[in-house]
């Protein structure tokens, strides 16, 4: 569970915060879902270096506060505080409501690929969500 809790009008904030950060590092994180590849590497990354401690804490909260503004962004999600169950379940205060009224946890999920590796792709992750606004459709010839 966090140690600080998190709001989830909040998590823009977090995100845009993180991506302002690490835009020296030249990671074009641009809110698409190709840019959560990029994610997957990071966390690739910070696995290999294994140093754990409140440094790396702090980067993957804003890895997934990013793949949650993804979902929103790209998939229709809404940022919601998750009620006792819920954060019991996820180990977070916060996560995304689907347009399908399903609950997930980017944040979780970033923690998870950190301790599985690739079998947690974060870019599989979207691709393989279900319950996420699709594209309208082109207009018929």
């Known amino acids: 569970m966090p140690e600080v809790e998190h709001r989830p009008a909040d998590m823009p904030r977090h995100a845009a915060a993180f991506v302002a950060r690490v835009a020296s ?6 809110y698409s879902v190709a840019s959560l590849r990029v994610v997957d590497r990071v966390v690739d990354g910070l696995r290999q270096a294994g140093s ?9 909260f ?7 503004e ?4 790209r ?10 169950s819920q954060r019991d379940y996820f180990g977070q205060d916060v996560g995304v409501r689907m347009p399908d009224g399903r609950v997930r946890s980017p944040l979780g999920k970033v923690a998870n690929r950190y301790t599985a590796g690739a079998a947690e792709s974060l870019q ?3 691709l393989t969500l279900p319950g996420r606004r699709r594209r309208a459709c082109a207009a018929a010839l």
């Open 25 to 30: 590092a030249r990671l074009p994180l641009d």
């Open 52 to 60: 754990p401690g409140p440094r790396l804490d702090a980067v993957l």
């Open 70 to 73: 993804v979902l929103v962004r």
């Open 124 to 126: 599989t992750f979207y």
């Open 62 to 68: 804003g890895l997934g506060a990013y793949v949650g």
């Open 75 to 84: 998939a229709g999600a809404e940022w919601i505080a998750f009620d006792a």
